[in-house]
């Protein structure tokens, strides 16, 4: 009986968590709720509470789950590049492609990765799987400027940059400053500003 009791928290907390992930991805961040996640995963409004004692924590499940699909993109991407035998800066730029296309293939679920003012508290495991994507590139641009005793600030500025350009491009914002959806010049910029024109 115990067995099936785990079995079934554990099916509801995959079912709550699902059902936060289809939310996100279909509404953005302000469509979880907890009643609402409770709703479309077709329980009680006070069934959440029992698996998650927070609704932060129940946010930080959901957002787990992004990060999981993000690190599997950027390892393709990193993988990929790796196997043709690609320099430091030239994995960098296909961690960033990869890193623009998830943002813009998962607005939502972008948005929540980040929103570390909601997840706060929670945030022990998201470390566990964000910080080494952070210092995959941190490494890669150790590579890139291998003068730099700390690279840490250089690659959270060209993360900062990157986070931004997907941000504002979701928000209609680049569309406004330069007449078009085309990333392309601005991750240029972007990889030159932070790692130096490409040698000629």
């Known amino acids: 009986m115990q067995e099936n009791d785990t079995a079934n928290d554990q099916d509801l907390r995959t079912r709550l968590v699902a059902a936060g992930v289809e939310l996100v991805s279909r509404d953005g961040v302000p469509a979880l709720g907890l009643r609402e996640i409770a709703r479309h995963a077709g329980v009680s409004h006070g069934a959440p509470r029992r698996y998650f ?69 929670s945030g022990t495991e998201l470390r566990r799987t964000t910080l080494p994507l952070f210092r995959t590139l941190a490494g890669l641009v150790a590579e890139v400027h291998p003068h730099l005793e700390d690279p840490t600030a250089a690659t959270a500025a060209l993360w900062a940059n990157l986070h931004g350009l997907a941000q504002l491009r979701g928000w209609g914002s680049l569309r406004l400053a330069t007449g078009g959806d085309d990333l392309e010049p601005l991750l240029r910029a972007t990889l030159d500003a932070h790692l130096g024109p490409v040698p000629r």
Do not use: Q, S, Y
């Open 53 to 121: 004692p927070t609704h932060r924590e129940l946010l930080a499940a959901i957002a787990r789950h992004g990060f999981g699909r993000l690190t599997d993109a950027l390892a393709g991407a990193d993988a990929l590049a790796a196997t043709t035998g690609a320099g430091a800066r030239t994995r960098i730029e296909a961690l960033a492609r990869a890193h623009l296309g998830f943002a813009a293939a998962n607005p939502g679920m972008f948005e929540l990765m980040f929103r570390h003012d909601l997840l706060e508290g």
